[in-house]
């Protein structure tokens, strides 16, 4: 395979019974979905295959302010109030939310 790592021969991939495809769309190399958040829908959400929770940017939360209610994310900071972000580009800060409903691939 040429040195290539996480890759599979063409053919040779059996997806799981319950899998299901999403439209997908490469910027630069970076997997971008639409998602619902609630009902309002975004077209530039990074899926990020190393990640263990998700995020919502700033830009998507302010432009729908509606469908970003919140859940329980003021009782999560309660109790963790120092949360963030680790990755390629450094540490971020966040806050977290719970949102109503979330839809990938809307």
Do not use: W
């Not at 040429?2 to 991939?13: A, Q």
């Not at 979905?33 to 830009?59: C, E, K, L, P």
């Amino acid at each position: 395979m040429n040195g290539l790592k996480g890759t599979y021969r063409p053919g040779s991939f059996v997806p799981p019974a319950d899998a299901f495809a999403v439209d997908t769309v490469l910027d630069d190399g970076v997997p971008f979905v639409s998602v619902q958040v609630g009902d309002a829908t975004g077209d530039h959400f990074i899926i990020d295959t190393g990640a263990n929770r998700g995020m919502i940017f700033s830009s998507f939360a302010s432009a729908h302010p509606a469908d970003i209610v919140e859940g329980l994310g003021r009782q999560i900071s309660a109790y963790v109030p120092f949360t963030s972000f680790q990755g390629v580009g450094g540490t971020i800060q966040i806050r977290p939310i719970q949102v109503k409903s979330l839809r990938v691939g809307a």
